[in-house]
């Protein structure tokens, strides 16, 4: 996990959402209405405009879908931490989050990759899923 | 439902710049009043005709400070564009259509930015901060915090789907210095071969330095008025032909897109060329917001020069140079003239059409210029008479 990132930014629509974490729980909001999933997590359905919503669990794994290696760091947290690696990897709800790879060779990462998910606690106490290849 | 009352009802009839430096030493209100003012005198239009603003959400000047300090009287329409280098065209679009509508008669656009030596689009710090939406916040603690980075999960799932590869992105920014180093008022004048793009320092993989635009200080503006006044101008009008902005869907925090192998633009691509009345075989030459290298090669498919996943190809042996079969930003663009967030693609457009540019493309009568293929987008094309 990075250290020292800025952390997570909860509001009114996302909060369900980092409870969920403090349970390793990766939960998304669907619409009540036609199970639309949403992500980035917000208020209103954006296939019927319910705003109507339940908060699935996820299964915890994924498949990557694309990557980065950030070499050259932009921030004063991640001087001593590059390269990472952050991902778009494919939750089975149908969405796209990003998260980093850890316990990953950047040389071994590829397009569909399975990857499993995981939980870890930043320095203010908060809960960041991240996710390392499966096994 | 795209009509076609904006075709030729306008005009591009003047163009200024500032010089293009890593510190102009100078305010952004300074840049500003000096591009206005040498786009005004390139028309030959004094200020006081000016009804008419269109500005970019993300320029710190906005219209009342115009008003204070360039001097503008009773603005009758005043209007912005939204995600960052869309503005490049859309500012051209709004203007046109309130020329078109009436409302204005003679509007200035403009970008004046000291993004080198004042607030860097390149750093960290410039965007963590910047709006608790869900997007963002749904990045950054994961350490994705610049539109380097963004983007180069676009560029990613372009080489896994159509096996494009680095040193096509090289062919881009070797195209766009050949272009700069002929034209004396762009930033970057050293030589550069694919190889050097190859030897330069990976930035996030799969983005190298020189895959990535420059950072720079300056301005430039334009001067857009209605058909009948721009036939009394300094300069031959560029005539706006077509406008069209888009937004494709999921647009918010871009890398949430739902394809990122296929540019987003290609609704706004088929609106500019039905509001124009051409087709992609017309056009004579292309300035692209090229922010990051592969962003050229999938406007590219999106506008129609080539198929899908053939743009890595198609960029190759030279095509996209000034004596190519198709050129693009012949002033060196946003990777090597200057990054003034693509107002300088339209500058360049206007300048080709007039006959003035340092890269002249022969026969020059209708040019495509189109930016964000992966935030909103927003194109327009021009033509002279």
């Known amino acids: 996990m990075l250290h020292g990132l800025p952390e997570p930014i909860p509001d009114l629509d996302t909060q369900p959402f980092w409870d969920g974490c403090k349970e390793r729980r990766f939960l998304v909001p669907h619409c009540e209405v036609c199970d639309t999933p949403r ?8 296939n019927c405009q319910s705003q109507a919503t339940k908060w699935l669990e996820a299964e915890p794994r994924g498949s990557v879908y694309s990557w ?3 070499t050259h760091s932009v921030h004063q947290a991640t001087h001593n931490q590059v390269p990472y690696i952050a991902a778009l990897v494919e939750l089975g709800s149908g969405i796209r989050v990003i998260g980093n790879i850890v316990e990953c060779d950047p040389a071994d990462m590829a397009a ?4 499993d998910l995981i939980f870890e606690q930043t320095e203010s106490g908060a809960f960041l899923p991240n996710f390392r290849p499966s096994t | 439902m795209i009509d ?8 591009i009839v003047g163009i200024g710049q500032t010089a293009y430096s890593k510190n102009s030493g100078r305010t952004e209100l300074a840049l500003a009043c000096e591009a206005i003012g040498s786009a005004l005198n390139d028309a030959g239009i004094r200020p006081d005709e000016v009804d008419g603003v269109v500005r970019y959400d993300m320029d710190a000047i906005d219209e009342a400070r115009l008003t204070s300090h360039f001097g503008f009287k009773n603005l009758s329409w005043m209007s912005e564009t939204s995600y960052g280098g869309t503005g490049g065209n859309a500012v051209v679009v709004h203007a046109a259509a309130a020329i078109a509508a009436g409302v204005a008669n003679t509007i200035v656009c403009y970008r004046a ?3 080198r030596s004042g607030r860097r689009y390149g750093q960290a710090t410039t965007w963590v901060s910047d709006g608790a939406g869900a997007a963002r916040a749904f990045q950054a603690p994961w350490g994705v915090l610049t539109p380097a980075q963004r983007f180069a999960f676009f560029a990613r799932r372009h080489m896994i789907e159509y096996g494009t590869t680095s040193r096509q992105f090289g062919a881009v920014a070797v195209a766009m210095r050949r272009h700069a180093m002929r034209n004396p008022h762009a930033m970057m004048q050293a030589p550069m071969t694919i190889d050097d793009h190859q030897e330069s320092r990976m930035i996030v993989d799969p983005l190298r330095l020189f895959d990535c635009c420059i950072e720079s200080d300056g301005a430039c503006a334009l001067v857009v008025t209605r058909a009948d006044r721009a036939r009394d101008c300094h300069h031959r009008p560029a005539w706006i032909l ?5 937004s494709g869907t999921k647009a918010d925090g871009i890398i949430f897109r739902e394809d990122l192998a296929t540019a987003e633009s290609v609704s706004t691509a088929a609106n500019v060329y039905r509001s124009a009345g051409v087709r992609p075989e017309d056009i004579d030459a292309v300035m692209i917001y090229d922010h990051f290298t592969p962003f050229v090669i999938m406007s590219l498919e999106a506008y129609g020069f080539c198929g899908r996943g053939e743009g890595g190809p198609f960029v190759e042996g030279g095509r996209i140079e000034f004596d190519g ?5 012949t002033h060196g663009g946003n990777l090597s003239e200057a990054y003034i967030h693509g107002l300088p693609h339209v500058v360049e457009a206007v300048r080709q059409l007039r006959g003035t540019s340092t890269s002249q493309v022969k026969n020059a009568e209708v040019i495509l210029s189109c930016s964000s293929v992966a935030q909103l987008s927003a194109a327009v094309i021009l033509a002279r008479d």
């Open chain 1, 112 to 115: 569909g990759m399975p990857v």
């Open chain 2, 242 to 246: 077509g406008a069209a902005q888009g």
């Open chain 2, 325 to 329: 079969e198709l050129p693009v930003n």
């Open chain 2, 113 to 115: 930015l000291n993004e």
């Open chain 1, 39 to 46: 992500w980035p997590p917000g208020p209103c359905c954006p």
């Open chain 1, 68 to 70: 980065i290696v950030v």
């Open chain 2, 4 to 11: 076609y009352t904006l075709r030729k009802r306008a005009a």
